[in-house]
């Protein structure tokens, strides 16, 4: 996995968490979608192999404020990787899609760079497992400083007053990481993609 170098003023938002079916892909076609909206042209790199992120660009409306994409999880014999991966000059925000399963050697490279690291978590034991395994991943083996600021959870698909979300709440409390938002259990979020 090949990163593109880093530039100064790029903001590098990582949507990251092995546990498939979490969220990544709708959550980082919100934050391009919202990029776009105010008036920057964002890109978004997809290294899922399913390409969600990519096909939700290709049926996004033309008319639509502009996002590029990158589909990362793409090889190519005709390019050299560094330049299917290439983020183009004019771009201040790259959403990275990553995919689930992702090994140590590519957890270190998904995230350098990183401005911001977004962990997105479900509501259950299953995926209350998976975060904390990815988190200490991500502290121990891509070496990210809690002091940086730039590791975040989102809670998602919550639904309040259940003892799922008690629980999970008091998980994402005990790491001392940032719970920058929590998405209730709703269909809005789903129809904020799509349109």
Known sequence: MLITPSRDKLNRIVVLNPKGGCGK????????????RRGTQPTV????????????????????PS?????????SMQATRSWQLRVPDNTLNLIVDSPASITHDDLGELTRDAS???????PSALDIDAASKCIADLLLVAKVDRRDRKL???ANRTRKNTKSFGKLMRF?????????????DSQNFVHAAEQ
């Open 25 to 36: 892909s709708t959550l980082a076609t919100n934050i391009a979608a919202c990029y776009a």
């Open 45 to 64: 790199m997809d290294y899922d192999p399913q390409g969600s992120t990519i096909a939700w660009l290709n049926r996004r409306p033309a008319e639509l």
């Open 67 to 75: 996002i590029h994409g990158i589909a990362a999880y793409k090889k």
């Open 116 to 122: 911001s690291i977004l962990v997105p978590v479900l």
């Open 152 to 154: 975040a959870v989102v």
């Open 172 to 184: 994402l409390d005990s790491l001392g990481i940032p719970i920058i938002a929590v998405l209730l």
